[in-house]
Nanobody, 124 residues
């Protein structure tokens, strides 16, 4: 089970930190990621960690603004979001998978487990 939290309303240029707590899985054995979906748009890759690998992957538009991190001791993955813009407004989903290959990392349909989503709203 994945439980996402931390969404909310923020002004443009502000910051939010999302959290995703995992239970029922051996957290360190899973790839962990974040996707987002704005109204009328497809679910979009944001950032991810592969299991056993500390190198993060980011969607180009969030590079330099968002930071994904994971705490294996707390079974939690975080997404620190800075310099938020209206284009970042969406429902953010955390996701986990154990067998994903690198080439499928950015494809939402290849991930097995999903949290319920947390809304991020950015006001101008």
């Amino acid at each position: 089970q994945l439980q996402a939290s931390g969404g909310g309303l923020v002004q443009a240029g502000g910051s939010l930190r999302l959290s995703c707590a995992a239970s029922g899985i051996t957290f360190r054995d899973y790839h962990m990621g974040w996707f987002r979906q704005a109204p009328g748009k497809d679910r979009e890759f944001v950032a991810a960690f592969r299991r056993y690998n500390s190198n993060p992957y980011y969607e180009d538009s969030v590079k330099g603004r968002f930071i994904i991190s994971r705490d294996n001791a707390k079974n939690t993955v975080y997404l620190q979001m800075n310099s938020l813009t209206a284009e970042d407004a969406a429902v953010y989903y955390c996701t986990a998978d154990q067998t994903l290959i690198l080439s499928s990392l950015r494809t939402w349909s290849q991930w097995d487990y999903w949290g319920q989503g947390t809304q991020v709203t950015v006001s101008s």
